[in-house]
């Protein structure tokens, strides 16, 4: 590895550096560019591993900030999205968005389908305030579980 990344990665694994880092890759990855912010949380828990909580929390809300992106970004869309509105996948995905409601964003921390899903959510206009909470419960969940999995798995 050059040493410039190394250096990079060495400055971004400072407990000043690394939450706000992680913060950012978890807001990143929340929108629908395809990353993951697991890696960054694990990678800065196996430095710094008493920095759980606070890593969890940042992980959560940077999490969170960008899926309510996307759900702002779907409520922008909503004429773009008219063309496609009467394909068979696209009712049935309605259907089950309105019936469930804002409980729907639950599903947030799905990969492939939970950053779409904010998006959506925005686009039909379910209320903003009731979609974030269940978007932080289920990406909180998500961290939760997994971060400690990771780090069991991964040797340190």
């Not at 407990?15 to 990143?28: E, R």
């Not at 900030?65 to 996948?89: P, R, V």
Request: aromatic share 14%; glycine share 8%.
């Amino acid at each position: 590895m050059p040493s410039w990344m190394e250096t990079l990665f060495a400055v971004l694994a400072l407990p000043q550096y690394g939450l706000s880092s992680l913060f950012l890759a978890a807001f990143i990855s929340a929108t629908l560019v395809p990353i993951g912010s697991e890696p960054a949380l694990v990678g800065l828990l196996l430095l710094n591993p008493d920095l759980f909580w606070p890593a969890i929390v940042v992980a959560t809300l940077g999490n969170t900030l960008g899926g309510m992106f996307d759900w702002w970004l779907g409520y922008e869309a909503h004429q773009i999205a008219d063309k496609f509105a009467h394909s068979k996948t696209h009712l049935k995905a309605l259907e089950f968005l309105e019936r469930l409601g804002p409980k729907a964003c639950l599903l947030a921390w799905l990969p492939v389908v939970g950053d779409p899903l904010c998006s959506v959510a925005g686009w039909l206009r379910l209320p903003f305030w009731p979609c974030a909470g269940w978007m932080l419960l289920g990406k909180f969940l998500r961290y939760l579980v997994m971060t400690p999995l990771a780090l069991w798995v991964l040797p340190h």
